[in-house]
């Protein structure tokens, strides 16, 4: 996270901040462990699969490459960067204001 976040002059752009940064956290922790080929029975990885495949609801099934993992990687990773990218442009232009 920007250090601009951290001033406390804004705190509505740092709530936003965090919870876009908290939000790809959890879609990259899921391509993450899809990759790693994580034990689906886990309970941590239950509850991480449920929570990114909420927030990437609308980009998941977006891309239809051969492969599994390659699908992962586009639907879910583009769900994280759109969150980034929207989250930290619309606190910038909170803080700027």
Excluded: E
Excluded at 29 to 46: E, G, K, S, T
């Amino acid at each position: 996270m920007s250090p601009r976040y951290r001033t406390g002059s804004n705190s509505a752009g740092t709530v936003i901040a965090v919870v876009a940064d908290v939000m790809a956290a959890i879609l990259g922790l899921w391509i993450l462990m899809y990759l790693l080929d994580a034990n689906r029975a886990n309970d941590l990885v239950q509850w991480i699969h449920s929570a990114a495949n909420w927030l990437a609801g609308w980009s998941r099934d977006l891309f239809t490459f051969d492969r599994a993992w390659a699908r992962v990687v586009a639907g879910y990773g583009l769900a994280a960067v759109v969150y980034l990218f929207v989250g930290h442009a619309l606190a910038n232009r909170l803080h700027r204001h």
